[in-house]
């Protein structure tokens, strides 16, 4: 009878070697009797494609066991990836001391710096960070008031709450807490480095090197070695993907390149506001389309996601040679090679620092839509407009953008500086010269 019937919840671990034992008792106790009600926990993010494929297989085969998520204390997978490591970090020091070669310097993340620079500190061996975003944001960081209220940067501006990486307003946070032991830390490493140029964020450069930011303490070097380069020079390598040949067709400089980065996941609201700009706006566009935060997880079809009229729109005028010309992909792209291509007009980007400079090295304009974390400060150092929130808007600021001469020809000549600063006695070049000998003192 119905009182009496079992509800049996299950709540397993990771790992498919803890998985697998749990499904297959889970089908054979749901095979074995239909009066008892089975619940399974499922601890969400699942850390590989084969827990989610498990997982699915699970409840589909047996729609009657409910599945309970169980969103870990942060949902974002990286977060939680940066969180196992930080708890790993006593035994970074054994690494660094077992190493042979004996290890004369270690190059941190800057997530990790409150960790590693004492680590480094006791071993003798000098500690860099790497920083992965821009200068200004550095400065910010470096400010007295991180994670409350505007952020007062002497010597380039104030940042105001709003446009401050969200996660940092929350002062109990652990990533709130660790940020900003991190840095503190930093001014105790040997230098940092940063993905950047002079000529691109030279206010926020000088300040960093004047040590304004941090007053009283001397600040480490600072090493503006940007923009990096692709690992491996691909003369020919990219030009057999259908996304390049289907480039290679249009004219130059005509093509809209949209993406947002590999870790935002896009709405579907916002999604739907997009293709109806991009469709109003009358240009062509690439659009590299991300629905999820992990990529494995992105199972949506492209139809489900635009609705069926979007697509066949683009269809039918390309079938017949005529209207509008544009490509949805939901593959990973070369964006780098991509950004280069002469039919590139414009980068519609969330400006996430790789893909600032990434435009800015390839002198392509950029219209930025700041999505969060260090995004809204990051397009102040580049040709961004303000964030945008209707098709409407988004199909009037690309119209604008793409005829508009003066912001492509800022954009040429940023890419000309870019590409001065890392040719041989160029900013950058002379930079990691400095870095170089500075290991070797
Ligand atoms: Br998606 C995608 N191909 O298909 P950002 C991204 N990238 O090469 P982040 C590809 O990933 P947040 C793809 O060129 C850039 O180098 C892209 O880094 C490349 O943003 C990188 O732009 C993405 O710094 O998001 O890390 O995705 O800024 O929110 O951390």
């Known amino acids: 009878g119905g009182a009496s019937r079992p509800h049996v919840m299950f709540i397993p671990s990771a790992g498919m070697g803890h998985l697998l034992p749990f499904f297959r008792f889970i089908a054979s106790l749901a095979r074995h009797d239909d009066d008892v009600d089975i619940s399974v926990v499922t601890v969400l993010p699942t850390v590989s494609a084969a827990e989610a494929d498990h997982f699915s297989g699970l409840f589909a085969a047996f729609p009657r066991v409910r599945r309970v ?9 990286f977060i939680v990836r940066w969180e196992a490591l930080r708890r790993s970090a006593h035994l970074i020091g054994p690494l660094i001391a077992g190493a042979a070669p004996r290890v004369s310097a270690v190059i941190t993340d800057v997530t990790l710096t409150s960790h590693v620079i004492p680590i480094a500190k006791k071993l003798g ?9 821009c200068a200004t944001i550095k400065k910010a960081e470096q400010g007295p008031g991180a ?23 929350d002062l109990n946070k652990q990533f709130t807490k660790q940020f900003i032991d991190n840095g503190r830390e930093n001014i105790n490493a040997d230098g940092i480095l940063v993905n950047t140029f002079d000529a691109l964020e030279p206010a926020a450069l000088a300040a960093l090197r004047d040590g304004k930011v941090v007053p009283g303490f001397p600040f480490p070097p600072v090493y503006a070695i940007g ?38 996941a896009v709405s579907h609201a916002h999604i739907r506001e997009i293709a109806a700009g991009l469709e109003a706006s009358g240009c062509r566009f690439l659009w590299v389309l991300k629905t999820t935060k992990v990529d494995r997880d ?34 990973w792209v070369d964006q780098e090679a991509l950004l280069k291509h002469a039919s590139v007009g414009l980068y519609l ?15 392509v304009p950029l219209l930025a839509w700041p999505r969060g974390g260090d995004h809204r400060v990051n397009h102040w150092s580049w040709d961004g407009e303000d964030w945008l929130v209707t098709g409407e808007e988004i199909a009037e600021k690309v119209k604008e953008v793409m005829s508009d001469a003066a912001v492509r020809a800022r954009a040429t000549r ?3 500086e870019a590409a001065m600063a890392v040719a041989e006695g160029g900013t950058s070049y002379r930079s990691m010269q400095q870095f170089v000998s500075s290991l070797k003192k």
């Open 349 to 363: 980007s969330h400006s996430g620092w790789n893909s600032v400079t990434e435009a800015a090295a390839a002198g």
């Open 69 to 77: 998520d169980f969103p870990s204390h942060d949902r974002d997978p």
């Open 298 to 331: 992105d199972t949506a079809e492209l139809t489900d996601v635009l609705g069926e009229g979007f697509l066949e729109r683009l269809h039918q005028q390309q079938g017949q040679g005529q209207g509008q010309h544009g490509m949805v992909t939901k593959e």
């Open 147 to 169: 994670g409350v209220g505007a952020v007062d940067i002497p010597g380039v501006r104030r940042i105001p709450e709003s446009c401050l990486p969200q996660p940092l307003l």
């Open 125 to 133: 061996v000098q500690c860099h960070v790497l920083f992965i975003s």
């Open 227 to 264: 923009p990096l380069r692709s690992v491996v020079d691909k003369e020919d390598s990219s030009s057999s993907s259908p996304v390049v040949a289907w480039l290679d067709k249009q004219p130059a400089r005509s093509v809209v390149y949209v993406a947002f980065g590999n870790r935002s």
């Open 414 to 416: 940023t890419g000309e």
